[in-house]
């Protein structure tokens, strides 16, 4: 069965600092893949999905990126850490049913 | 581009009671519809989808959902509810593009003793 990933699960960094969360997906080949973050109190807001390695597409403009080194790694990245950056992450993997099962998410402070 | 309301933003109900959590799309196709349920601090897990077929689905933990395409809607129901379906419960509409789908904002769910 497939199982996704995420670490770290809490994380609490100044403003300015850099960041780096990672997904992994095991028990799939060739997953779409999803970072999606969640302000408190808020939906679910699309960041990135990549449908395959080094493809990446931003659904919102912002001071994050995102890569894809391996077919089922997702790596979602900041150079300089906002406070509007704090929030739940959500990574996501679907196949082609459009069904997404999602990570236990990363708890991100900035301060 | 479609769109999900839930309109519910906090429900409160009594253990055994039934429930409902509704939920409202706009697309102007066939929908691909799904209910999420949310644990404080945890990812999301599905419990729930509609592609096609018979409008009403069973899913997980004893839920079930009708797609009312005249209503535009698809709302969620449990016969009697339990504590531990204190949760936050997410509607979601995709267009059969991996890449698009939509998030409602969320019913939070309170179970009284």
């Known amino acids: 069965s497939q199982t996704i990933h995420q670490w770290p699960a809490t994380l609490v960094q100044p403003v300015g600092s850099p960041l780096s969360l990672e997904c992994t997906v095991e028990g799939t080949s060739n997953p779409n893949l999803y970072w999606y973050r969640q302000a408190a109190g808020r939906g679910l807001q699309l960041l990135f999905y990549s449908v395959g390695i080094g493809q990446i597409s931003s659904e919102v403009p912002q001071n994050l990126s995102a890569s894809r080194p391996q077919d089922r790694q997702f790596i979602l990245s900041s150079k300089k850490l906002l406070l509007s950056d704090s929030g739940f992450y959500l990574c996501?993997?679907?196949?082609?049913?459009?069904?997404?099962?999602f990570g236990p998410g990363t708890r991100l402070t900035v301060l | 581009a479609q769109s999900v309301t839930q309109p519910d933003i906090h429900i409160t109900v009594s253990e055994g009671a039934s429930l409902e959590l509704r939920c409202n799309y706009s697309?102007?196709?066939?929908?691909?519809l799904f209910w999420y349920v949310q644990s404080p601090g945890q990812g999301l897990q599905l419990l729930l989808k509609y592609f096609s077929g018979d409008t009403l689905v069973q899913g997980i933990k004893g839920f079930e959902a009708e797609f009312k395409r005249s209503q535009s809607s698809f709302n969620l129901r449990k016969p009697s509810v339990h504590w531990s379906d204190a949760a936050e419960y997410f509607c979601a509409v995709g267009a059969g593009n991996n890449n698009d789908m939509r998030f409602g904002a969320g019913t939070r769910l309170t179970v009284k003793p």
């Open positions: 996501a993997w679907s196949l082609q049913s459009d069904t997404q099962y």
């Open positions: 697309y102007g196709a066939t929908p691909y």
